[in-house]
């Protein structure tokens, strides 16, 4: 059984509020992945596979379609810390 951290229950509650793709919209084929962070601080706490984890029924039907991933560490940013996340097929 994997147990989240409260931080990570609460990251996971703002995704879903900000992600909310229409299902025609979500890749039935194997995907690739980019993820671009800006951390509130140089001790970053957030784990990349949280985000994969909660992209599954939203941007593609299960993570492991994810077949490329490229996560960038873009840098602090303390009034704005965010991630873009870009997923396209893999042809």
Not at 8 to 22: D, E, G, I
Not at 67 to 74: L, R, T, V
């Amino acid at each position: 059984m994997f147990i989240k951290s409260a931080k990570a229950l609460s990251y996971a509650k703002a995704f879903k509020q900000q992600c909310n793709l229409p299902a025609s919209k979500k890749f039935s084929c194997d995907v690739i992945v980019t993820i671009r962070i800006w951390y509130a601080s140089r001790r970053p706490d957030l784990d990349e596979s949280l985000i994969l984890d909660l992209l599954q029924d939203v941007a593609y039907e299960n993570d492991r379609q994810v077949k490329e991933k490229h996560i960038y560490w873009m840098g602090v940013d303390k009034e704005n810390p965010r991630c873009e996340i870009e997923v396209s097929a893999r042809e």
